[in-house]
């Protein structure tokens, strides 16, 4: 009796046998290897549509640069490493969609891995806002989320895994859309690891959660929370290895890290003794470009968190003139936006350029970088805005140095019937610096 030849697989020729299973169709049979990437590339078509656009034209680095330039003053170093990181990361995106990951045994199989990104600075620097801008421009799920909100599994607060629950909604609930999406949480720097108190409590929100992260960041396969899903219904599960991370924070303190180590004390004392000059980088401000991964280590991040995060991006404080451009320059800069609150009562808003410097060099004063500007411009503005809707026969508003010292009054420009009123044709607010 004749034995029946073994059944191959009809997409890549393997032979039926103990190891090697196979399902058989009408007029043919597959193996499991070709099921599994069957799957991956129907997969990826599902992603492919939902990001047509994105993957055909993927905008370049300069491009990047340039719509960041719009929005962000200053910061060159990180709006470059921003702009190639998102790049990199669209092309990782073309490449799964275009080629879905072969079998393992292939020899020409290269996986390009991710490149998650640690920005650091002062506060008011611009770290929230480069987050914010690029997610203007990304053609994937983006998601912004703060670490102060995280918690240890099983105490009160949120898991790390609301993160990508979050990250799944941006994507409209779909799974294939949020594996390749961007993530980015703040103020990582709460996150450092603070030891047993004195109570003996836990550091739940500190480096529990930092221990939490690893494996999301790193990738791995992650079931979301069914929290307000119906029962019976589907646990997603997202792969977060292609998912880019960004973390971002302050460090308030790390400067002194960063002092002890550049900064040795002196080899004597006495009245002799000729004290050490400070670094040039100290004196620019870019203190923070000189961070290592052990500076990291002795402000709080564990060794396993802080190797999982290759790109270090510093960001500077930000000087006098910096601040001036801020104020006028970016689309939705600060005096454009009082500018139009004024309009909408028909008033025009002037500031003369000494007074904008001014306001920058009281900015500087309160230590709070640029969100320091917007608070000295309320507190310049707040009487005249409260004003300004009682009052008629006003076109014009007028703010010089002397008003921003506060030694002299801001003053208001008026139609004939406001120079009636006043005869020198100048409504000043006797308090209005």
Request: glycine share 10%.
């Amino acid at each position: 009796m004749n034995t029946p030849p073994p059944h191959a697989c009809s997409f890549c020729g393997a032979v039926q046998g103990a190891d090697t299973p196979l399902i058989a169709g009408i007029d043919g049979h597959i193996c499991e290897a070709c099921v599994a990437l069957a799957h991956q590339v129907v997969t990826s078509w599902g992603r492919t549509r939902a990001l047509t656009g994105p993957l055909k034209a993927p905008p370049k680095p300069k491009e990047i640069k340039d719509h960041l330039d719009r929005y962000v003053i200053g910061q060159e170093t990180a709006k470059e490493c921003l702009a190639v990181a998102l790049y990199n990361h669209y092309k990782r995106l073309a490449a799964e969609a275009n080629h879905p990951r072969r079998v393992l045994d292939d020899p020409d199989r290269v996986e390009i891995d991710k490149s998650n990104i640690l920005m650091l600075g002062p506060s008011g620097t611009g770290k929230t806002l480069l987050a914010s801008t690029l997610a203007r421009i990304v053609g994937v799920p983006f998601v912004i989320a703060d670490a102060t909100t995280l918690t240890q599994a099983g105490y009160v607060g949120e898991d790390v895994e609301s993160i990508l629950a979050r990250l799944l909604d941006a994507a409209g609930g779909k799974r294939e859309l949020a594996e390749w999406g961007i993530v980015y949480i703040d103020e990582i720097d709460k996150l450092a690891r603070v030891g047993e108190s004195s109570h003996g409590t836990r550091d739940v929100s500190g480096e529990g959660v930092q221990q939490a992260l690893l494996k999301l960041v790193e990738g791995t396969q992650v079931k979301i929370s069914p929290k307000g899903r119906k029962e019976g219904s589907e646990i997603p599960v997202i792969d977060t290895r292609n998912i880019l991370f960004m973390v971002g924070g302050a460090f308030a303190g790390l400067e002194r890290v960063l002092r002890r180590r550049l900064e040795p004390g002196p080899s004597s004392i006495g009245f002799h003794t000729e004290p050490k000059a400070k670094s040039d980088a100290q004196g620019a401000g870019g203190i923070y470009a000189e961070t290592q991964p052990d500076d990291l280590r002795h402000f709080g991040l564990i060794p396993e968190f802080i190797g999982r995060f290759p790109v270090v991006v510093a960001l500077h404080d930000l000087d006098e003139a910096a601040l001036v451009r801020i104020l006028t320059e970016p689309r939705n800069a600060l005096v454009r936006q009082f500018q139009q609150l004024f309009l909408f009562e028909g008033v025009a808003l002037e500031f003369e350029p000494e007074a904008l410097t001014a306001i920058a060099r009281k900015a500087i004063a309160r230590g709070t970088g640029a969100r320091g500007l917007r608070s000295v411009l309320e507190g310049l503005l707040q009487r005249p805005m409260f004003e300004l809707p009682s009052m008629s026969g006003v076109t014009g508003c007028l703010v010089d140095e002397a008003a921003v010292s506060g030694e002299g009054a801001i003053r208001w420009q008026g139609t004939q019937d406001a120079d009636q009123a006043d005869p020198d044709g100048s409504l000043a607010l006797a308090d209005g610096g």
